[in-house]
């Protein structure tokens, strides 16, 4: 079968796996992401590949899986420019003192028991090619996550993005994002320092803040003056898209060029575009139709790289939910906390814990980037894929227990909670 | 005062502890990594493989070694199905499945792109022992994409 026909046979299967377990799980109340998760899994090796070894290996050859992983991160570069671009700093300004505690607080809560849990895991997970400091920081990163797209669907989904606690956990997820991948730029750099980008560190680094600076203090005006400019043309969102797209892949290009990832320079377009509310709206719902087609080939990319059977034995599955424990009591611990401490009720600061402990599709970003610098072990790798989606599927059940419709609908509706979705 | 004291309860009593705990990880040891393809020599088929003809003999291109610390999976060739698991002491690295089972040892001289040892496998519908020597393949680009 020639390649092109072979790529099409996957795209199909996937969409349609996606399509179907995206169903399943909107009838369980569920956001359509985790079933798109899910169906990656499903034709991985862990299930696919393990009862039908042949028809596996047929649909996705070796040799054909550079073609799939290609799509998938185009789609990738996409989504991240979308998360950027519904990120508004505004959202943290509007909560004060106390939005800024329970941000910090579930990072540095979760990424400090990461590095305990490094601490055990390094000898037993890790091999002498990997340095602690590049495992440990990696493992405080992916404990520190926070899936703000995914979060913002399921305050939407269940009315409440204009209370005051979706009001704040989105806020926080949003300072959280931003926080995790800077951190995770750093890291990046530093493992690919030397050998993989022929630069060293600092140079990479300070690279990259000459980039940023760039970017915020003369990109971002002339960005928003073009595009007001376009817009008294009379350019409709269908045109000023792709000059957008084209700004972010530029952007992707140097921040790979710098080392720090092609995913971070599409993130920090979408974060300096302007916020205007509807121009936001109009910009994510054009673009969604590209990640609604290629983010389920990211999710089976994902899933052809997981394989259950390395958690085959009890030890290994002690690990898996020591590491599913660690995620859920540093960030649903250390959100609470915050949140009871500045003053917010036990109901209200559970729910903020629970959403806060949503790590969904950025965790996966997350841990694809530590499988392919080498930081993370496939069977990590695997074990971190079964947290993000046990996190990611709990908070839509806890949060109706925890905080359900009829107590939400009490509160007064939050000033500021506006986010595109 | 009480929102200082509790950002620095929160916040920074957590960074100092990451700051100590990077310190007192650097004493640690992982395994030595044998992770990749190794490309393997057979030194001289034995037993059963010498009442084989030449077609049916066989073909032993590479075998892939995922690791995750001490614990190893070997696949062969492309094949994305684990072949053996098992695990790795020191150097010496012993794994077993239902078709293939591998004994073997880092090159003694400290060179730990070299493999050498006994890999068994099913040959004509006979366990086959034979020694062999492998050398890691260099790794492909392992960037994203």
């Given at each position: 079968m020639s390649k092109i026909a072979i790529l099409i046979m996957q795209i199909g299967t996937i969409l349609l796996a996606s399509g179907i377990m995206g169903w399943i799980c909107k009838r369980f109340h569920q956001p359509r992401v985790i079933g798109e998760m899910l169906a990656g899994i499903l034709l991985g090796p862990s299930l696919l590949g393990w009862v039908a070894p042949g028809f596996s290996a047929a649909l996705f050859p070796p040799s054909s899986l550079a073609s799939l992983?290609?799509?998938?991160?185009?789609?990738?570069?996409?989504?991240?420019?979308?998360?950027?671009?519904?990120?508004?700093?505004?959202?943290l300004r509007d909560r004060g003192h106390t939005a800024l505690l329970i941000s910090h607080t579930s990072i540095t809560i979760p990424a400090f028991l990461g590095m305990l849990l490094a601490f055990y895991l390094y000898p037993r997970l890790s091999n002498d090619n990997v340095r602690f400091t590049h495992f440990a920081l990696f493992l405080a990163i992916s404990m520190s996550v926070t899936a703000f797209p995914v979060l913002a669907r399921i305050l939407t989904e269940r009315g409440l993005m204009r209370t005051e606690v979706g009001a704040m956990a989105i806020a926080c997820a949003a300072f959280d994002d931003v926080s995790a991948w800077s951190l995770l730029a750093i890291v990046v750099a530093l493992v690919r320092s030397g050998h993989l980008s022929g630069m060293s560190f600092w140079t990479q680094i300070l690279g990259s803040l000459a980039y940023v600076s760039l970017a915020i203090f003369l990109l971002k005006p002339a960005l928003a003056r073009i595009l007001k400019w376009r817009q008294r043309k009379g350019a409709g969102v269908g045109e000023i898209a792709p000059l957008c797209l084209l700004v972010a892949f530029g952007s992707a290009l140097i921040t790979e060029g710098l080392g720090i990832h092609a995913l971070f320079g599409?993130?920090?377009?979408?974060?300096?575009?302007?916020?205007?509310?509807?121009?936001?709206?109009?910009l994510t719902e054009r673009l969604e139709g590209v990640t609604l087609l290629l983010l389920p080939l990211f999710f089976a990319a994902t899933g052809l790289r997981t394989s259950i059977a390395l958690v085959s034995d009890a030890e290994m599955w002690f690990y898996c939910a020591?590491?599913?424990?660690v995620a859920i009591l540093g960030k649903f611990g250390g959100a609470m906390i915050a949140a009871r401490t500045s003053g917010m009720g036990w109901r209200e600061s559970g729910a903020i814990g629970i959403l806060m402990n949503t790590r969904g599709l950025m965790e996966l970003i997350v841990l694809n980037i530590g499988l392919d610098i080498g930081i993370i072990s496939p069977a990590l790798f695997t074990i971190l894929v079964l947290m993000a989606l046990i996190t990611t599927f709990m908070a839509g059940p806890l949060i109706e227990l925890i905080y359900p419709k009829r107590i939400s609908d009490r509160e007064p509706a939050a000033v500021g909670a506006e986010v595109a979705v | 005062m009480r929102s200082i004291l509790l950002y620095i309860s929160l916040v920074?009593?957590?960074?100092?502890?990451?700051?100590?705990?990077?310190?007192?990880?650097?004493?640690?040891?992982a395994p030595a990594s044998v992770a990749g393809v190794w490309r393997v020599e057979l030194v001289e088929?034995?037993?059963?493989?010498?009442?084989?003809?030449?077609?049916?003999?066989?073909?032993?291109?590479s075998l892939q070694i995922i690791q995750s610390g001490r614990r190893i999976a070997i696949s062969v060739g492309e094949?994305?199905?684990?072949?053996?698991?098992?695990?790795?002491?020191?150097?010496?690295?012993?794994?077993?499945?239902?078709?293939?089972?591998?004994?073997?040892?880092l090159h003694r001289d400290g060179d730990r792109t070299r493999l050498q040892g006994f890999i068994s496998l099913r040959v004509c519908g006979n366990p086959a022992e034979m020694e062999f020597h492998a050398s890691l393949a260099p790794k492909r680009e392992t960037e994203i994409h």
């Open positions: 992983s290609s799509l998938s991160q185009v789609g990738i570069l996409v989504y991240m420019f979308v998360v950027g671009l519904e990120l508004n700093p505004r959202l599409a993130f920090l377009i979408g974060a300096l575009m302007p916020k205007e509310r509807e121009f936001v709206q109009s020591l590491v599913v424990a | 920074g009593l957590p960074i100092a502890g990451m700051v100590v705990a990077l310190q007192l990880g650097q004493g640690l040891a088929p034995a037993g059963g493989i010498q009442r084989c003809n030449e077609a049916t003999a066989p073909a032993l291109p094949e994305k199905k684990i072949a053996a698991v098992g695990e790795l002491r020191e150097a010496t690295l012993t794994a077993a499945g239902d078709s293939l089972q591998v004994n073997a040892r």
